[in-house]
């Protein structure tokens, strides 16, 4: 899912050309968020990564996090800009992964005979 042009966050960090990262939880990281639509994410504790992208629904944006396993795309709400921490983010790629690894169950479950 994730696009060569999509920003990384890998270690709490968003890498700029500059040499200058944004880090996440602060001031300028949810300025950011504001300029742009999408975004992946690489957990720093796990081996998870999800995507995220901004959606318009009821006349306002929020976050959903996006994760392809076992071809089935799984996703999640994140909410509002403001809620996306480092904390935050850590806790919905968790909560991404165990969803998908709970369908892939139930799916396993479904072909025992």
Same mark, same amino acid.
């Given at each position: 899912?994730?696009?060569?042009?999509?920003?990384?966050?890998?270690?709490?960090?968003?890498?700029?050309?500059?040499?200058?990262?944004?880090?996440? *939880?602060?001031?300028?990281?949810?300025?950011? !968020?504001?300029?742009?639509? $999408?975004?992946?994410? &690489?957990?720093?504790?796990? /081996?998870?990564?999800?995507?995220?992208?901004?959606?318009?629904?009821?006349?306002?944006?929020?976050?959903?996090?996006?994760?392809?396993? *076992?071809?089935?795309?799984?996703?999640i709400? !994140?909410?509002?800009?403001? $809620?996306?921490?480092? &904390?935050?983010?850590?806790? /919905?790629?968790?909560?991404?992964r165990?969803?998908?690894?709970?369908?892939?169950?139930?799916?396993?479950?479904?072909?025992?005979?």
């Amino acid at each position: 899912m994730p696009h060569n042009d999509t920003p990384w966050i890998r270690r709490g960090q968003l890498p700029r050309p500059d040499d200058t990262p944004i880090l996440v *939880d602060t001031p300028i990281w949810f300025a950011w !968020l504001e300029t742009v639509d $999408r975004f992946c994410f &690489a957990s720093q504790q796990h /081996a998870y990564r999800f995507t995220a992208r901004k959606e318009k629904r009821r006349g306002h944006f929020y976050w959903y996090a996006y994760m392809k396993d *076992d071809a089935k795309l799984h996703n999640i709400y !994140l909410g509002k800009s403001e $809620r996306l921490t480092l &904390a935050y983010l850590e806790q /919905a790629a968790a909560r991404l992964r165990h969803k998908a690894r709970q369908s892939r169950n139930s799916r396993s479950l479904e072909l025992i005979p």
